[in-house]
């Protein structure tokens, strides 16, 4: 069977077909098909079901490819996952929302669909638990959007938090005082910042106190006002840590919570307080629940199938 695409103009299919045409080869042999540019017109040939399969995919990166995106392999391998679960109409839902640019004139914005619901939730939602696996830009993204509403004059400050507990590892012998010593646990935090911010802005703003990042043990006895309080890795938090830091919140404060309920590094008897509070919170007025999965993993491919074998690994000893 064989399928035509019109194409209108020549940097449309340069720009789906990718350097040395890898984001067609990667179609190609994701859908068993032949794909090749002939006068105007793509042509897919193969298998009818999977020529029409392939047809979907090459009509939702031409979507993409009109509202500016630059087509990469990552697009590609995200397309086809969203054609295979029938979803592929919904990418006409990527519009150019950008969140926030970078202090490298980059624009950060939603890679795909569940990280736009997210942003979305982030936006006109009081509180906002965001859950995923590694790579989903769960952290990036809440910091975006923070840098974004501190531009705004939407809040006063940014609050950047997380529970010091080590994965696997022990810090309490490390030199120094003890900033040096939870300087660790919140390296990700101080990076997604300065790439948003720069490295002399962002020092300007920790000098004057419109940023703060801090171990959660320090929020006790607080209260937030006109502040975006990010809670980062709070798969580690105990219910009592998720209770104090949830009622922190003062007025015309925002909160997203972050985090990986598949890595807790809480000691076996010990319930995660994020866990609980998806239980507690699922339903109430002003939270949103975002649950990202390995479809939303924006990092190197490599990532997407170690997150799927451990998963799949994790489901064969539940079952036995």
Same mark, same amino acid.
């Not at 030199?175 to 720069?198: C, E, H, I, N, T």
């Given at each position: 069977?064989?399928?035509? =695409? ?35 017109? =793509? ?7 999977? #020529? ?8 939702? /990166? ?17 397309? #086809? ?31 795909? =669909? ?7 939730? =982030? ?14 830009? %769960? ?13 705004? %004059? ?49 020092? %300007? ?7 703060? #990042? ?41 909160? #997203? ?34 649950? /990202? ?28």
């Amino acid at each position: 069977m064989e399928q035509r =695409i019109g194409i209108e103009r020549m940097e449309e299919a340069i720009n789906l077909f990718g350097s040395f045409d890898e984001n067609i080869r990667l179609l190609e042999a994701e859908f068993s098909v032949q794909v090749v540019s002939r006068g105007g017109e =793509i042509v897919i040939s193969g298998d009818p079901e999977q #020529v029409m399969l392939a047809e979907k995919a090459v009509q939702a /990166l031409l979507t993409l490819s009109n509202k500016g995106e630059t087509i990469s392999e990552q697009h590609v391998r995200y397309v #086809v996952g969203l054609v295979r679960s029938g979803q592929a109409e919904r990418i006409g839902e990527l519009t150019q929302d950008v969140i926030c640019i970078t202090s490298k004139g980059r624009p950060v914005k939603p890679k795909t =669909i569940g990280q736009k619901e997210y942003v979305n939730a =982030i936006m006109q939602q009081t509180v906002t638990i965001g859950v995923g696996p590694a790579g989903t830009g %769960k952290t990036y993204l809440a910091v975006a959007a923070a840098v974004a509403a501190f531009r705004d %004059k939407q809040v006063n400050r940014i609050i950047l938090t997380r529970p010091a507990v080590e994965a696997g590892e022990r810090l309490g012998f490390l030199p120094g005082d003890l900033q040096s010593k939870v300087d660790p646990y919140l390296r990700p935090l101080y990076d997604a910042l300065f790439d948003m911010l720069g490295a002399e802005t962002y020092q %300007k703003y920790l000098e004057r106190g419109n940023i703060e #990042v801090a171990p959660l043990a320090y929020m006790r006895g607080r209260t937030l006002d006109d502040s975006f309080i990010i809670l980062d890795e709070a798969q580690n938090t105990s219910r009592e840590q998720m209770k104090m830091f949830l009622t922190r919140m003062g007025f015309g404060s925002k909160v #997203v919570i972050t985090g990986d309920v598949t890595q807790i590094d809480l000691p076996g008897d010990k319930p995660s307080g994020l866990k609980e509070a998806i239980k507690v919170l699922s339903g109430v007025e002003g939270v949103g629940i975002c649950q /990202l999965s390995q479809q939303d993993v924006v990092r190197h491919v490599m990532v997407q199938r170690i997150i799927e074998a451990y998963a799949k690994f994790e489901d064969k000893k539940n079952r036995r």
